[in-house]
């Protein structure tokens, strides 16, 4: 994937000739912040061209779309005080902030961004912050492009994200087309085992989705939710049966995953028969761009190893 780099910034300094006995006399020089204005679901806001110190509040990884385009954010949630695997090295030196569903909002005051970008999910902290901090607030919705694009308007790097997204469709065709003369019309699910249920993820409105069976274009197994996914309960499992099943759980141990993957509704389906169960190291949802691609490479070995 092709990285554009840009940095913008414009310095403005005024000199005046007073007309004092014919001598000129100079004022200060002032610097001036040049900024651009971001429409959000909030509202409108006036960010700095060239933020330094951008905090990131998200439960997906929006921090990767920074990335993508040459921006390392100053800090994000971090689970467990673990950034997403996928940007573990990107994101060495960002200052991890405690995932929490309720921020205190003094805490981010202390951190003193010049831009905060959030989720959604966090109108009340945008309510309190807004007027101090330049926030822009971004909607977690099914279309992960939207969201990067968004991302990247806020530091200034739209033109940057949009050349990101063009890169990685690229890709994605040539290993789809790759990946479908190999499996055929097989088909394909995707689940994720949680501690008390099974993600099974659907045809639209997710990142994971797109991915399969837009980007790649693989053919769904019979019966996927039309929507984002579903949670379902181990014998709900009977009413699927894929070629293959890609496994996007994030703890691939335990004592409901073994008790899932070693039940007899799980070993009666066709995928598993057929040691077609697919299990990638990508689990994050395939939210950002680096993600995605690393996904990519990741089905592409996996599928026609």
């Known amino acids: 994937m092709k990285k554009i780099i840009g940095v913008t910034s414009v310095l403005a300094t005024c000199a005046v000739l007073a007309a004092c006995g014919g001598e000129a006399s100079e004022q200060p020089a002032k610097q001036a912040t040049a900024v651009h204005t971001v429409e959000h679901i909030f509202g409108k806001t006036e960010v700095p061209d060239n933020p330094k110190k951008v905090v990131v509040l998200s439960h997906v990884s929006w921090e990767g779309s920074l990335v993508s385009v040459g921006v390392k954010p100053y800090a994000v949630m971090a689970y467990d005080n673990e950034f997403p695997p996928h940007l573990t090295e990107e994101l060495q030196g960002t200052k991890a902030l405690p995932y929490a569903d309720e921020i205190n909002p003094e805490e981010i005051v202390k951190l003193n961004p010049d ?3 959030i989720s959604d999910r966090y109108k009340p902290l945008y309510d309190k912050l807004a007027k101090t901090i330049p926030t822009v607030a971004v909607e ?9 694009l968004k991302v990247a ?11 990101v997204i063009d890169d ?4 994605a065709k040539s290993i789809g087309q790759r990946i479908k003369d190999s499996v055929k019309d ?14 099974v993820y659907g045809l639209t409105n997710h990142a994971t989705n797109s991915l399969l069976f837009d980007d790649i274009g693989l053919t769904p197994t019979k019966g996927l939710p039309k929507d984002f996914g579903e949670n379902i309960s181990i014998e709900g499992l009977a009413k ?10 994030y703890f691939s141990s335990g004592p409901y995953y073994d008790e899932v993957t070693n039940g007899k509704v799980w070993k009666g389906l066709t995928a598993v028969k057929k040691d077609q169960v ?8 395939f939210w950002d761009p680096i993600e995605r691609e690393k996904g ?6 996996v599928l026609l190893k």
């Open 296 to 301: 990519l490479k990741e089905l592409e070995d």
């Open 115 to 117: 831009l905060l970008i």
């Open 186 to 199: 097989e088909t394909f699910m995707a689940v994720s085992v949680n501690k008390k249920d099974i993600r």
């Open 153 to 163: 308007e806020a530091v200034n790097k739209k033109a940057e994200g949009q050349a």
């Open 140 to 148: 977690v919705g099914g279309d992960w492009k939207e969201d990067h």
């Open 240 to 249: 699927y049966n894929p070629d293959h099943i890609i496994d996007l759980s």
């Open 278 to 285: 697919h299990q990638l190291s990508t689990t994050w949802g």
């Open 168 to 171: 990685l469709s690229e890709e």
